[in-house]
């Protein structure tokens, strides 16, 4: 099972980004789903959270009112929707899931995305 987060890149100060993970394998399918990121120098922070119906998702003070965790089932993706970007949200962003495989569940992450909020 593998776990893929992408949507990152350059953006100016007071953009938007959207960040995407999907889970591959036979019979994957994301439960509950946590986006990190990290700064060199630095732990890998949790910035965001959703459950497996994507109800009362969960952020960080600092995100609160910008970004917007959710997800499409369907589609098995969940989405990081980042608006109102700041220097300081500049960091590889990584989403994390316990992926339910048939009857058993595994938790995963990423590769990382690079979010860059520059002018």
């Not at 999907?22 to 630095?42: D, F, I, K």
């Not at 499409?72 to 495989?101: F, G, W």
Request: net charge positive; hydrophobic share 30%; aromatic share 8%.
């Amino acid at each position: 099972v593998q776990l893929q987060a992408s949507g990152g890149g350059l953006v100016q100060p007071g953009g938007s980004l959207r960040l995407s993970c999907t889970a591959s394998g036979p019979n994957a399918r994301l439960g509950v789903t946590r986006w990190y990121r990290q700064t060199p120098g630095h732990e890998r922070e949790l910035v965001a959270a959703i459950d497996s119906l994507g109800t009362s998702p969960y952020y960080i003070t600092s995100v609160k009112g910008r970004f917007t965790a959710s997800r499409d089932n369907a589609k098995n993706t969940v989405y990081l929707q980042m608006n109102n970007l700041k220097p300081e949200d500049t960091a590889v962003y990584y989403c994390n899931s316990d992926v339910r495989i048939d009857q058993s569940q595994m938790n995963t992450w990423g590769q990382g995305t690079l979010v860059t909020v520059s002018s």
